[in-house]
């Protein structure tokens, strides 16, 4: 058996570190303690914020309303059948909001402002968020036409204005 050199070894250790890969994914994750109806109990989430989007397995997503010292309640977004207790669930550290602007107009989206029409991706710069404080009544355009529903039923019952928020 030959003996290793202490040249060799210096060698070795010096080539591993400079190829060493220093960089890290950092994540917060949760487990889910309970799930049912649409919403979802969150254990391991202290540094979440009211209204973050948190990403669940299978794609769905969620929305942290209820804080709480130990857990975190969740509305669920998506096929919130597929989640079950122990499923992992992480922190986005966003807001959730939805795109706006002139790339909206005539687009069908879900509730989470993704395009379901089929006309491809929305690309804008402009995101607002859902939670946000309305813009005061003075600041607001006076409603002057009628929206039509279509539906007779609907527009005698309920007047809806052009532009009503």
């Given at each position: 058996?030959?003996?290793?050199?202490?040249?060799?070894?210096?060698?070795?250790?010096?080539?591993?570190?400079?190829?060493?890969?220093?960089?890290?994914?950092?994540?917060?994750v949760g487990t889910v303690i309970k799930v049912g109806d649409g919403i979802a109990e969150i254990h391991g989430l202290e540094k979440v914020m009211a209204g973050e989007l948190l990403e669940f397995p299978h794609a769905v997503r969620g929305l942290a309303l209820n804080l709480e010292e130990d857990k975190?309640?969740?509305?669920?977004?998506?096929?919130?059948?597929?989640?079950?207790?122990?499923?992992?669930?992480?922190?986005?550290?966003?807001?959730?909001?939805?795109?706006?602007?002139?790339?909206?107009?005539?687009?069908?989206?879900?509730?989470?402002?993704?395009?379901?029409?089929?006309?491809?991706?929305?690309?804008?710069?402009?995101?607002?968020?859902?939670?946000?404080?309305?813009?005061?009544?003075?600041?607001?355009?006076?409603?002057?036409?009628?929206?039509?529903?279509?539906?007779?039923?609907?527009?005698?019952?309920?007047?809806?204005?052009?532009?009503?928020?």
């Amino acid at each position: 058996m030959e003996a290793i050199k202490a040249n060799e070894i210096n060698e070795i250790i010096r080539s591993q570190i400079e190829n060493f890969d220093a960089s890290m994914t950092v994540s917060e994750v949760g487990t889910v303690i309970k799930v049912g109806d649409g919403i979802a109990e969150i254990h391991g989430l202290e540094k979440v914020m009211a209204g973050e989007l948190l990403e669940f397995p299978h794609a769905v997503r969620g929305l942290a309303l209820n804080l709480e010292e130990d857990k975190v309640g969740c509305v669920l977004f998506g096929d919130f059948q597929k989640i079950k207790e122990g499923d992992e669930v992480k922190r986005t550290r966003r807001i959730m909001s939805v795109p706006v602007g002139d790339a909206m107009i005539g687009r069908v989206v879900d509730a989470l402002g993704n395009p379901i029409d089929g006309k491809g991706e929305i690309v804008t710069d402009t995101y607002n968020p859902v939670e946000r404080i309305a813009p005061g009544i003075i600041d607001r355009q006076p409603v002057k036409e009628p929206l039509q529903t279509g539906l007779k039923a609907i527009d005698s019952m309920v007047p809806i204005g052009r532009g009503q928020r």
